[in-house]
C-alpha cells in the first residue's frame, strides 16, 4: 500500500498551536483563521496537538475540537497528523480512534515518558498503538522532551510493525538520521523536528519537516523546503541562516510563549495563552523580544 504521507508533493506541515481564549478555552476563530493563514502560504498540512499544540496539557474536548477544526480547515488543501500522545495509554488509543472518525491522514504519539520506561515498554506501547490506530501511525523520537535516549538498533526495530508509517525525529543527531533512514522501508517517511537544522535535516535524507516556527515564518520554511528538493543547498542554507536569525532570539525565552506572542503581533491569533500552568511573556520580555527582532531581515512580517 502506498504511504499517503509519502505521495504528497509537499510535506512541509506546521506544528500547529493550539490557540486559547484568556480563560483557557479554545480561541476557535483564531484557530480557523491561523488554519486558513498557512494553507494560503502554501503548507502542506497541519501537524495538530503535539508538544508546540500543547496536547497532553489540554482537556479531552479541547483537543479533540481543535482537531476537527484542523481536519476541516484542511480538505482538499493538505494532509492531518494528529498527535495522540497522552500519560495513558488508552487515552492515547481513545483519540486515534477520534482522528480516524475524522478521516485524518495520521497519527503520531511521543513514548510514555512520566516516570521512565525500558525500551521493550516502549516498543510494546507503538506495537498497541499501531494495533489499534485505523490510521498510520508516525513513531516520535525528542530526546530533550522525553529524556529516552535509543539506540539506532531499537528505534529502527519499531519499522518493522505493521501500520508503522515512519517517524518525528526531533534530536541533533544527524548520524542516528541517516543510519536511521537507511534502514527505512521504501514507504516510509521521516520528518525533520528541528526548525533550526531543516536544511540539515532534508540534505540527509527526510522527507519533509513539521516544526514550531513554521507558523510565523512560513514562506522562509517553504523557500528552505523548494530549494533543497531542487538540490540548490546553498540556497537552502542561506535561508536557513535567515530564520535562524529569527529562532535565535526566541530562544531566549519560553519557546511556545515566545511563538503564541509573534503570532499575536501578526494579526493571526487574539490571545498569547498558554494552557496552565505556562505564562505568556511578560510586558518586559515582549519588549526585549520585540527589540530582538527588530534587527531581523522580516522583521516587519513579525512585529507588525
Known amino acids: 500500500m502506498t ?17 486559547l481564549l484568556p480563560d483557557g478555552r479554545l480561541d476557535e476563530k483564531s484557530a480557523e483563521r491561523l488554519v486558513d493563514h498557512l494553507y494560503n ?14 496536547g497532553i496539557y489540554l482537556d479531552f474536548e479541547t483537543r479533540k ?10 480538505r482538499g488543501r493538505g494532509q492531518v497528523i494528529v498527535h495522540v500522545g497522552a500519560i495513558q495509554a488508552s487515552m492515547a488509543i481513545e483519540l486515534a480512534l477520534h482522528a480516524g472518525r475524522l478521516q485524518a491522514d495520521a497519527v503520531s504519539s511521543i513514548p510514555p515518558f512520566a516516570g521512565g520506561y525500558s525500551w521493550d515498554e516502549v516498543h510494546s506501547f507503538y506495537g498497541e498503538l499501531a494495533r489499534r490506530s485505523p490510521l498510520p501511525v508516525v513513531a516520535y523520537y525528542i530526546p530533550t522532551l522525553t529524556v529516552q535516549h535509543h539506540s539506532i538498533i531499537n528505534l529502527a526495530s519499531l519499522l518493522s510493525l505493521p501500520n508503522i508509517a515512519g517517524f518525528k525525529y526531533t534530536a541533533p543527531d544527524f548520524y542516528m538520521m541517516q543510519r536511521l533512514l537507511s ?11 528541528q526548525d533550526e537544522a531543516l536544511a540539515l535535516g532534508l ?6 519537516g513539521i516544526g514550531t516556527t513554521y507558523n510565523f515564518m ?3 520554511i517553504m523557500g528552505i523546503y523548494h530549494h533543497c528538493q531542487a538540490g540548490r543547498y546553498a540556497e537552502a542554507m542561506a535561508l536557513q541562516r535567515r530564520a535562524n536569525d529569527i529562532i535565535e532570539p526566541l530562544l531566549m525565552f519560553q519557546t511556545l510563549a515566545a511563538s503564541k506572542q509573534v503570532l499575536v503581533w501578526q494579526g493571526l491569533i487574539d490571545y ?3 494552557a496552565f500552568p505556562r505564562a505568556a ?3 518586559t520580555q515582549q519588549r526585549k523580544l520585540r527589540d530582538l527582532l527588530s534587527g531581523t531581515d522580516i522583521a516587519s512580517t513579525l512585529i507588525r
Do not use: M, W
Not at 502560504?41 to 500543547?54: M, N, R
Open 65 to 74: 475540537r481543535i482537531v476537527e477544526i484542523a481536519v476541516h480547515g484542511s
Open 41 to 54: 502560504k502554501g503548507v502542506g498540512g497541519l501537524y495538530v496537538t503535539g508538544s508546540t499544540g500543547e
Open 281 to 283: 511573556l511578560t510586558e
Open 203 to 208: 540534505q540527509v535524507g527526510a522527507h519533509g
Open 218 to 220: 512560513p514562506e522562509l
Open 272 to 274: 498569547p495563552t498558554c
Open 183 to 193: 534502514r527505512f522501508a521504501p514507504d516510509q517517511i521521516l520528518y525533520n523536528g
Open 3 to 19: 504511504n499517503s504521507l509519502l505521495s504528497a508533493e509537499n510535506r512541509i506541515l506546521p506544528a500547529l498551536v493550539t490557540p
